[in-house]
């Protein structure tokens, strides 16, 4: 099912199809590849300003149609963004996130993760 908002036979509605179907393709299942396609249209809704409201990294990352093919198959570390990395640190109260580096944030939402 579309994110809300999404009408029936627009143009969203069919990129939706689209993605979820190529999801499934490439081995994720139902649920997997309907939260993934969900998410991939209502960033695209944010970025094109059709949604009611849109987060920072909606707006400020690279689209994700692009962004696929850029953290994907390259040789460099592959994960999280900062902007994610410091959302999770702040879900958990990380002390003193704010002045950390990417890699500091990383170290210190696993090692929680680690520790539950």
């Given at each position: 099912?579309?994110?809300?908002?999404?009408k029936k036979g627009t143009k969203r509605a069919r990129q939706y199809?689209?993605?979820?179907?190529?999801?499934?393709q490439g081995g994720a299942s139902e649920s997997r590849a309907e939260?993934?396609?969900?998410?991939?249209?209502?960033?695209?809704?944010?970025?094109?300003?059709?949604?009611?409201?849109?987060?920072?990294?909606?707006?400020?990352?690279?689209?994700?149609?692009?962004?696929?093919?850029?953290?994907?198959?390259?040789?460099?570390?592959?994960?999280?963004?900062?902007?994610?990395?410091?959302?999770?640190?702040?879900?958990?109260?990380?002390?003193?996130?704010?002045?950390?580096?990417?890699?500091q944030l990383q170290r210190a939402v696993d090692g929680r993760k680690?520790?539950?």
């Amino acid at each position: 099912m579309p994110p809300r908002g999404v009408k029936k036979g627009t143009k969203r509605a069919r990129q939706y199809e689209h993605i979820k179907q190529s999801e499934r393709q490439g081995g994720a299942s139902e649920s997997r590849a309907e939260e993934i396609a969900a998410r991939t249209v209502q960033k695209e809704r944010a970025r094109s300003g059709e949604a009611r409201s849109r987060s920072r990294t909606s707006t400020r990352d690279i689209s994700s149609g692009r962004r696929g093919g850029l953290r994907s198959g390259t040789a460099r570390p592959k994960g999280r963004t900062y902007d994610q990395l410091y959302n999770e640190a702040k879900k958990m109260n990380i002390p003193g996130r704010s002045g950390m580096s990417k890699a500091q944030l990383q170290r210190a939402v696993d090692g929680r993760k680690a520790n539950r």
